[in-house]
């Protein structure tokens, strides 16, 4: 059964950082793209970005591009999420997700608001 735990969410202040983990299990997570998702009560989800399964090519929304860095480690079985110089309209559930099976993670929060 693949599963995803996403970590690290948070309130953080305009300008701030922070750093989602995602933790992949029951599935070959080295093989798989994954993605990261945002979304905001009333609003469809927005893909934020996506990497490869050899972490080696990486794409971006315009709306977080030179912000966020997507990064994996596939011996941790783990995609990350960098963030940085956040804005308020950052704030959203954060969801990781595999294409490959079409499977979420419960979604962390994160709140940017001073």
């Known amino acids: 059964q693949e599963q995803l735990v996403e970590s690290g969410g948070g309130l953080v202040q305009p300008g701030g950082s922070l750093k989602l983990s995602c933790e992949a299990s029951?599935?070959?997570?080295?093989?798989?793209?994954m993605r990261w998702y945002r979304q905001t009560p009333g609003k469809a989800r927005e893909s934020v970005a996506t990497?490869?399964?050899?972490?080696?090519?990486?794409s971006y929304a315009d709306s977080v591009k030179g912000r966020f860095t997507i990064s994996r480690d596939n011996a941790k079985n783990t995609v990350y999420l960098e963030m940085n110089s956040l804005k308020p309209e950052d704030t959203a559930v954060y969801y990781c997700?595999?294409?490959?099976?079409?499977?979420w993670g419960q979604g962390t929060q994160v709140t940017v608001s001073s």
């Open positions: 029951g599935f070959a997570f080295n093989k798989y793209a």
């Open positions: 997700y595999v294409p490959q099976y079409a499977t």
């Open positions: 990497i490869i399964s050899t972490g080696t090519s990486t």
